[in-house]
């Protein structure tokens, strides 16, 4: 008996939770609501089971309301359909997050996924070549203003790692993240390299504007420290890296690859 009672209150709490998510209601023809769980036509009287009651009860089918109240619970129901739908996604969303992130490897790194595969992506360093020279910078100000130019790039005009996917993926497991993303950089081959950025200083200040080619990714948070991006377009092919850096604080850190949509990746 005792055991009857327990599931008969887990069935009361069940339907108490669920109740308000889908909220059905018959409406009288005078505008009444009335809280139900559920409802049928039967002949020339409206059968419902009173949510404040707890009971069933009946009145006639000329004084409801039949499209007003048809039309609020198929809008409630495909509502409450559509919502457990969007959970479900976030849920399944999740799991396979926490299963992607097995995947990863637990050396800090930047890694490309090649296939199901992450394939270690090697950090290049490097140079910073001082312009001889003066720029005309027009940040700040409405008339141009004379700044230093650094030039930060680093050596050879192609990576090692070839990617082919139209959107290749990474995942990156680092101690620190400052400002990270996808950049393409430019080879120049009269020096044999590919620059990566161009730091501008503004004279008395000393202010810093970094300029890169910044590419528009997605980021997927799988755990603190450890991301997974990709770009929201079909990358072109030429050279890229993953760039992390502090604005303003002139350190740089580069992970280069070339992509080749269509062809054969490799790690040289």
Not at 172 to 192: A, H, T
Request: hydrophobic share 40%; glycine share 6%.
């Amino acid at each position: 008996m005792r055991g009857q009672f327990v599931r008969g209150m887990l069935a009361l709490l069940a339907f108490a939770v669920a109740a308000p998510a889908q909220s059905p209601a018959v409406f009288l023809t005078d505008g009444t609501r009335l809280d139900v769980r559920e409802y049928e036509v039967v002949d020339d009287r409206v059968r419902y089971f009173s949510s404040e009651r707890g009971q069933w009860e009946e009145v006639p089918v000329a004084i409801v309301d039949l499209e007003r109240t048809n039309v609020y619970n198929r809008s409630r129901r495909a509502e409450f359909e559509q919502r457990q739908a969007e959970e479900r996604r976030e849920r399944l969303a999740e799991r396979r997050a926490r299963t992607e992130l097995h995947s990863v490897p637990l050396d800090d790194g930047v890694y490309y996924l090649r296939g199901q595969e992450p394939v270690p992506v090697e950090q290049v360093f490097y140079e910073v070549d001082r312009s001889t020279g003066r720029s005309f910078l027009n940040v700040i100000a409405p008339m141009p203003v004379i700044a230093g130019k650094r030039t930060l790039s680093i050596k050879g005009l192609s990576a090692s790692m070839v990617t082919t996917d139209e959107k290749p993926a990474f995942y990156i497991r680092l101690d620190s993240f400052s400002r990270f993303g996808i950049s393409r950089i430019e080879p120049e081959r009269k020096k044999d390299r590919r620059i990566v950025q161009q730091i501008y200083t503004v004279p008395r200040s000393d202010e810093q504007f970094e300029a890169q080619d910044e590419i528009e990714i997605f980021r997927q948070q799988l755990a603190p420290l450890v991301y997974k991006v990709w770009p929201v377009e079909p990358l072109a092919a030429g050279e890229y890296a993953i760039v992390d850096f502090t604005p303003g604080e002139s350190d740089l850190r580069v992970w280069a690859f070339s992509h080749r949509p269509g062809g054969q990746a490799e790690a040289r």
